[in-house]
């Protein structure tokens, strides 16, 4: 069983993921300019978008000068990650199109459809056992059909030969990139105590089983891969 404990947004690893996300997962700034790319060729000039997992608010950071007539819905369970992306949206100044939802995804109201969502480092950190199932269940009823679902997340089958390869070169790729000595080792303990890996194939039937239609893979680095998927 994994402990949800192990990360704390609302604590110590709220408050350094933004750094360290930057730092140790393979083009992670890059990633949110090709997934607006991909979402400007797919969603129409006034759209709304639901953002799961806010975070930091790296996705209205980037997406919200490059499209100023969409409106986004930011959700995520940790207040202190909604006060972070309130803070990011006034420095920039799209408070006005942004609307903070301090909730889960199956929380919102489903009184209307979105253009298009984004789901960004989030199902990892769900247990297998039905809530990642739950999850993507929950952003496919509140995206309208045709609507476009882009999924980033770090993966994989810890029973086949190539994982702890990947993984070890992971590691490596953390002391490259300067994040070593304590903090890392921190991050590996988070890692084996709170992620819930589970293989491609495994994530590719929970969309599908959720009603979403793979369109491509469109990034990838070690464990880390995004889909693009079309909503049923």
Known sequence: MKDPAAFNFDGDYGREYEDLASTVIPGYKELFVATLALLQQRLPEEARVL?????????????????????????????????????????????????????????????????????????????????????????????????SVMLFDLHGDQNQEYFQLFFDAWISYMDLRGYTGQKKERLLNRLAAGIAYVSEERVLEICARAGLKLIRRYWGGLLYTAWLFERQ
């Open 51 to 147: 953002i799961v997992g806010c975070g930091t608010g790296r996705e209205i950071k980037v997406f919200a000068p490059g499209a100023p007539r969409w409106h986004f819905d930011a959700v995520d369970p940790a207040i202190e990650m909604i006060r972070w992306t309130d803070q990011l949206a006034r420095s920039i100044g799209v408070e006005d199109r942004v609307t903070l939802h301090h909730a889960f995804t199956h929380e919102l109201d489903l009184s209307y459809r979105f253009d298009g969502a984004t789901i960004i480092n989030v199902m990892h950190f769900m247990p297998d056992d039905g809530n990642k199932d739950r999850l993507i269940e929950s952003v496919v009823e509140r995206v309208r059909p045709g609507g």
